[in-house]
């Protein structure tokens, strides 16, 4: 039996090296299948989604993933269709929800939402975000991103550019990244450095160092990931308009990066990578997009088959 089977994806803290090794090597071996053998792996399976806050990539890259190996989605993408307008709590909601499905992928406002939901469902919860707690699935697609683009993760200098306070995005990457022997740059203005309250977590587990001047890292580094400024999560907008465009990646700083230096972004971009970079063989923000299919395939499949391998 694998040892995902059945189980929840709550935190990428609950992986280690090892996991997410198997992880990465079986979406490699779900890729070289062909297209009838692996609508094998969960043929008949029924993934529900339950979606709080807006996506495009998170849960369009879990439908198609499902679709691609066999099973089929349903849920709710919107829940001012549901009746939670009518003020069923998210308790009820993923019990009906896991009724209906095999696994239940959920994005939430709410820090804790994921453990909560999976404390009440029947079925296997994977956390598709949490508040600006964690996103463990979109790490998992960053670094097998910057594995397969650079053919390994450890012994790179990594810089993580923008939001670093309300990206999920980051907390996850840096709680993953925290397996592999890195060398960390974190660069954000003052007022959005990481959260005091997960320093000491992510400071077990590797070392990094913080700047607020992009140029400073910006010829050293073998990966920049940049992130949007989290609008929606700032409490007073005067807040962000302060912050707003402090980072623009354009071709200027991209000729100061070492030649075979890859830039990432979980997406979506607002104004923080200019489109002028898109076309350069540095941006793999696409890519990585498209390996975000592939790595929650290889999830979905070890959730939800017993013999995946
Ligand atoms: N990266 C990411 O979570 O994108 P969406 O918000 O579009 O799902």
Redesign the pocket.
């Known amino acids: 039996m694998n040892e995902f089977y059945q189980k929840d994806i709550i935190s990428i803290k609950d992986f280690d090296k090892e996991q997410l090794e198997t992880v990465f090597s079986y979406t490699d071996k779900i890729l070289q299948l062909d297209p009838i053998q692996r609508r094998e792996i969960c043929k008949g399976k029924t993934l529900g989604y339950l979606f709080y806050e807006?996506?495009?990539?998170?849960?369009l890259s879990f439908d198609s993933a499902m679709a691609s190996i066999g099973g089929n989605s349903l849920g709710i993408s919107d829940v001012s269709s549901s009746s939670t307008q009518k003020g069923e709590s998210l308790s009820d909601t993923v019990k009906i929800m896991s009724i209906y499905s095999d696994v239940l992928v959920l994005r939430h406002t709410l820090d804790g939402s994921s453990r909560f939901a999976a404390e009440v469902s029947e079925k296997p919860v994977i956390n598709?975000?949490s508040g600006t707690e964690e996103?463990p699935t979109?790490a998992i697609q960053d670094l097998y991103t910057i594995k397969k683009e650079k053919g390994k993760i450890d012994g790179l200098k990594i810089g993580i550019v923008g939001d670093l306070k309300y990206g999920r995005?980051v907390y996850s990457l840096l709680y993953g990244l925290g397996n592999y022997d890195v060398d960390v740059r974190l660069i954000s203005p003052e007022s959005l450095r990481i959260r005091s309250d997960s320093t000491y977590e992510i400071k077990k587990r590797l070392d990094f160092s913080e700047s607020t001047k992009i140029e400073e890292h910006i010829d050293d580094v073998d990966v920049l990931y940049v992130t949007r400024i989290q609008k929606e999560r700032f409490p007073d907008e005067e807040e962000y308009l302060k912050v707003k465009g402090s980072y623009v990646v354009g071709l200027d700083l991209l000729n100061q990066m070492k030649d075979d230096c890859i830039i990432l972004h979980?997406?979506?971009r607002i104004d923080e990578i200019s489109t002028d970079v898109d076309k350069t063989k540095n941006a793999k923000y696409f890519e990585q997009a498209e390996y975000g299919k592939h790595t929650r395939a290889a999830l979905l499949g070890l959730t939800l088959n017993e013999i995946a391998f």
């Open positions: 807006p996506s495009t990539r998170t849960r598709a975000g996103h979109q995005t979980p997406l979506p």
